[in-house]
């Protein structure tokens, strides 16, 4: 009797001992599941500030290149005012000192033009180049004048900088639209097509 108590109290101990364990382990997996649960929890948490960040990083990108874009706007309508003011002293310089000599019309000479294409070439991307390589068949004078129309000038303006009456203005210009293929139809003026080309 003696030993089977003994053996039952070793029984008893080991279940004690055993639920002991399982109590540690369920304890265990407790606060590994808790853990594993704020660690799934910080992971979301981190995931969404990270895509907030990515999302806020494109919008402010996309409002840089939208900020970046007016400002060359800007620039290239300070340049185009610039040019103009560049062209009126030239020409107004030339033509006062002129007009004394001999009765308007009054055309601006070759060198003069010169320096005025070269100005124009440095605002307009190489707007002279260009026109000749794309329409080989323009005349020099019809470069100026399409240079002349895209900086916004008003015919009467371009008419007197070029020596040219109203007559010789139309035809001048009805012969660029012509050769620029733009034609009365087009829903694109010679103003427009210019300031985009």
């Avoid at 649960?37 to 990108?61: G, H, Q, T």
């Avoid at 409002?63 to 062209?87: A, C, G, P």
């Avoid at 139309?170 to 210019?194: A, P, V």
């Amino acid at each position: 009797m003696g030993y089977c108590f003994l053996l039952n109290n070793d029984k008893n101990k080991t279940i004690h001992t055993f639920n002991t364990l399982v109590d540690k382990i369920n304890e265990y997996e407790t606060k590994y599941r808790k853990r594993n649960k704020e660690f799934y929890i910080f992971i979301s948490i981190s995931l969404f500030l990270f895509f907030v960040l990515v999302i806020r990083i494109f919008i402010n990108k996309k409002k840089i290149l939208l900020l970046n874009r007016r400002l060359q706007l800007l620039n290239k309508s300070e340049e185009e005012k610039r040019m103009r003011i560049f062209i009126l002293k030239k020409s107004e310089d030339y033509i006062l000192s002129e007009s004394k000599k001999r009765k308007p019309p009054v055309e601006l000479p070759v060198e003069l033009w010169t320096e005025v294409l070269r100005e124009f070439n440095s605002v307009f991307n190489n707007i002279t180049i260009r026109l000749k390589i794309k329409y080989p068949k323009l005349t020099d004078r019809q470069i100026i004048l399409a240079c002349l129309i895209k900086t916004g000038l008003d015919s009467y303006a371009i008419m007197k900088y070029l020596g040219l009456s109203k007559t010789n203005f139309r035809t001048t210009k009805s012969r660029l639209k012509n050769i620029l293929n733009i034609s009365s139809g087009n829903k694109k003026s010679l103003e427009d097509f210019l300031k985009d080309f």
